[in-house]
């Protein structure tokens, strides 16, 4: 056994990741449904840890703060994960976070503009998207996308297709490791 099975740690069956509009949480759900395993979103780990969603922690402590336990969230999300785990689209924006996903099987759900803003609309629920959200979440993408394939052990695109489609490619990719 190696370590981290060794010391009794969940390891996550796979860790998705993306822009904000890629699929990450209906994907996700489809694909753990398929696994028949667990389904877990950092941002909902996030949002109980602080006992309110993540627009109010933006602004009533600021991104920084936000940041801040996302990272905890990610941690401990990593370790102890039995499933499927989508991570927030900034997630990867912390070194620590990009180093504590290497060994793990990354998915980079890459998805382009257009079906991004169709698939976030105006950025409710989204605080770094309020302002502008279609010039942000170009920004904001063209800024991630480095490093969600520094951190991708695989990259799947979404545009134009079914959740059931990408989690069935997914599941494929996943049987070849």
Known sequence: MTGAAAAGVTRPVCV???A????????GQALAAGLGVEFRDTDVDIERMAGKPIPEIFIDEGEAHFRAL???AVAAALASCPGVLALGGGAVLAEETRAALVGHPVVFLSVELPDA?????LGA???LLAINPRATLKHLMDQRRPLYEE??????????????EIAAEIHALLKQR
């Open 16 to 18: 998705l990741v993306g």
């Open 20 to 27: 904000p509009g890629s699929g990450k949480t209906t994907v």
């Open 70 to 72: 996302e990272r905890a």
């Open 117 to 121: 803003v169709k698939r976030v609309g």
């Open 125 to 127: 629920g989204r605080p």
């Open 151 to 164: 951190v991708a052990t695989a990259t799947v695109r979404t545009d134009g297709r079914s959740p059931a």
